[in-house]
């Protein structure tokens, strides 16, 4: 699986946008971006994925460049209870559905007050 | 509410005593997950039982072993902790083969284990 590169912390005002980059310079054109958040003390959260186009679901947009070597998941109207790491996993489907996730270092996002 | 249990949340063991950590789900998806956190790094895949079949990853220590007697529960049992097992483990779950799609894994709050 390919690997990403994010930045490692970052702030963001309450209410306002969080812009969350990711870098997968080398993914491949049959791996997806999936984004995972994790909160203090809790288990990894499923966020959004996407292969080439733009996603939105009801927690977050993802945006992926026509290159497909980046990505950023958007907040869009960030609370306090976004605080967390997140993670940006690039990974092959599988056709038996035991999809195996690579966490890189994630970035640390607090939301401030 | 369908979910992923684990238990339990904090567990404390002595060095080289076994210890099982158990996972249970609601979900009745096909494939469960246990993955490592040591403090500050990423989750790290151990294993994972697709249906009955089991994969291990191959930098897996022996020490650890699992098992999945049902759909329903999963455990992991690590033969003789030492201090640098201690960690916070994760078990997760995911639907499996489907026509189409991807299937995002749902994570249990995890189980903290302590070796003293």
């Known amino acids: 699986d390919a690997k990403t590169t994010q930045p490692t912390s970052m702030d963001c005002a309450e209410g306002r946008a969080a812009n969350l980059p990711c870098n997968h310079s080398?993914?491949?054109?049959?791996?997806?971006v999936y984004w995972y958040r994790q909160i203090h003390s809790q288990g990894p959260q499923y966020i959004i994925h996407?292969?080439?186009n733009n996603e939105t679901n009801e927690m977050a947009s993802l945006i992926i460049t026509e290159d497909r070597k980046s990505s950023t998941l958007i907040l869009p109207h960030a609370t306090l209870r976004d605080t967390a790491v997140y993670y940006c996993?690039?990974?092959?489907?599988?056709?038996?559905?035991?999809?195996?996730?690579?966490f890189g270092t994630g970035t640390r996002l607090t939301i401030i007050p | 509410d369908a979910m992923v249990i684990q238990n339990p949340r904090y567990q404390v063991t002595q060095f080289g005593k076994p210890v099982t950590l158990s996972c249970s789900q609601t979900?009745?998806?096909?494939?469960m997950y246990w993955y490592q956190q040591k403090s500050s790094q990423a989750p790290k895949l151990l294993f994972h039982?697709?249906?009955?079949?089991?994969?291990n990853e191959a930098d897996t220590p022996d020490n650890f072993q699992s098992r999945r007697p049902n759909t329903s529960f999963c455990f992991l049992d690590i033969r003789s902790p030492g201090l640098g097992d201690a960690a916070m483990y994760l078990c997760?779950?995911?639907?499996?083969?489907?026509?189409?799609?991807?299937?995002?894994?749902?994570f249990g709050p995890g189980t903290r284990l302590t070796v003293l």
């Open positions: 997760a779950t995911s639907r499996g083969r489907l026509a189409g799609g991807l299937r995002e894994q749902f």
């Open positions: 080398t993914i491949s054109g049959n791996e997806y």
């Open positions: 039982y697709y249906d009955k079949d089991f994969n």
């Open positions: 996407g292969l080439k």
């Open positions: 979900l009745n998806h096909n494939v």
């Open positions: 996993i690039v990974r092959v489907a599988t056709n038996f559905g035991n999809e195996k996730l690579t």
